[in-house]
């Protein structure tokens, strides 16, 4: 079976090989399968939002130094525990926040 390690690094290199390079690239999660199969590797990283020159998307600009303003992103990748080979990439829903 590969570690943890050998799991993040694949996964990583594989996010980085479909979506290119990403500044706000980041590990969020790492969980064994409850079988201990699949290594699923939760990798966020950052979109820039679209502007649409309206007033708020000039504001939100504004806001972020004068920078397109982004939003959080999250991938999980599954990597076979056994062979290293990546099986799945699925967009993961961010959980809502408590306040």
Sequence with gaps: MIDVKDAVTIAVD????LFGPN?????EEVEL???ESTWLITVGFEVELPLNG??????QRLAHGGASPTERKYKVVSVDAESGTVRAVKMRQPLERVS
């Design 54 to 59: 309206s007033t708020i998307a000039v504001m």
């Design 23 to 27: 500044n706000g690239l980041r590990l």
């Design 14 to 17: 594989y996010f980085l090989q």
């Design 33 to 35: 399968s409850a079988n």
